[in-house]
């Protein structure tokens, strides 16, 4: 089989992530890419081996892997046991195939997700999404930043740096240094991934930044000459940090 490594950036600026796309459907690995680029850094390969070159090379956050790789025995699957035993990071698996004994034995390898061809955009975009979110959700210690949307584009924005949350339906405003941006979750999800050290609720519908509160009281707390209420079922938690 031809090896085909194609890197769509020499350099991670940390504000991107990086996928991995191990496919070896010269079409299907182009339509995949033509869907994540968008938003993502795309390094993209043809089989099992190359892929777990590009891993101990690359800074990669997540894997997206094709079960079928090939005839031999670095497969898809292969690859999966191998992230999953060597590396902490997440990876989802596509397959041509429905539910059958090839995909239990994918399962076993414990994938974020499995997509079964041909897939929606809005699959595979959400996919990735919930595979990054969940990624960090149990992985505590690595979240200090943020997933949020610039224009056509994800940015990683460090927590220190946000000035507040503001729900918003099912997405958050989210502030820093006066700049808005938006975020896909909610106040709930939100909290679980922040770390404590540096934000409080003070509302149904806002987190601030402690170390940004320039004043306070019971009933609002202020960054610069903003005022952000404060709900009588946070008061008295607010009173209390004293910041």
Known sequence: MEQNILSYSNTINGEFFTILLVEDNFLNRRF???????NYLIIET???ESATKI???EKVHIVIIDIHLGNDKKNGIWLGQYIH????IPFIYLTAYGLSEVSQKA???QPESYL???????DLVLSVEIALKRYFATHPEKYNWVLVKENEFYTKLPAEAIDYFESIGNY???????????????????LTLLPARLFIQTHRAFIVNKRKISKFNSVSVHIGELRIPVSEKYAKSVMQKGF
Do not use: H, Q, W
């Open 55 to 57: 891993l101990d090379a």
């Open 46 to 48: 043809d089989n099992a």
């Open 172 to 190: 958050l405003n989210v502030v820093s240094n006066g700049k808005l941006y938006k975020c896909r979750s909610t106040i709930k999800e939100m």
């Open 116 to 122: 079964t061809k041909p897939f929606k955009e809005a």
């Open 85 to 88: 035993e060597k590396l902490d």
């Open 107 to 109: 399962i076993d390898t």
């Open 32 to 38: 995949a890419k033509k869907i994540l680029e968008k």
